[in-house]
């Protein structure tokens, strides 16, 4: 897992500013391998931390542990959470529901909000919360 800490907040206000933002993140990564990121933002949608998780061909996994200590650490309102398929298809997985879900439930417990989870597979990229999914 890589931590970074976004010296220069990014406003990540909506499903373009956080399309391009881990599009780029996608970019340096490599889409080969399913890679995670997760984007805590403050209560003006700045980005003031981003961690990054490293998977494989089949999957890349999410602790919902670290995204509510990493909330804590950093005093997050919110977190935006996006990954690859490296297979072509951004259609969100049952696995992907499903952790979606158990991260949306700690962090309603922690009055965190879980604002998106993006699927993106090359150019597509779907949101989970427009699908009507969070």
């Given amino acids: 897992m890589f931590h970074q800490r976004a010296e220069s907040p990014l406003l990540l206000n ?3 500013a956080a399309h391009r933002f881990f599009a ?14 997760v984007a805590h933002v403050d209560d003006e949608a700045r980005c ?3 961690a990054r998780h490293d998977g494989d061909v089949a999957g890349a996994t ?4 670290d995204v509510i200590r990493d909330a804590a650490t950093h005093g997050s309102v919110g977190v935006i959470v996006a990954h690859n398929h490296p297979s072509g298809d951004a259609t969100p997985s ?12 700690a962090a309603e417990a922690i009055d965190l909000a879980l604002l998106d ?3 993106m597979a090359g150019p597509d990229c779907r949101s989970m919360r427009a699908m009507g999914l969070l």
């Fill in 48 to 50: 003031i931390h981003l």
């Fill in 24 to 37: 780029g993140c996608l970019a340096e990564a490599g889409p080969e391998k399913e890679h995670l990121w």
């Fill in 62 to 65: 999410l602790s919902v542990r």
């Fill in 94 to 105: 049952a696995d992907d529901r499903q952790i979606t879900r158990r991260l949306a439930l």
């Fill in 117 to 119: 989870h993006l699927v």
């Fill in 14 to 16: 909506g499903f373009e």
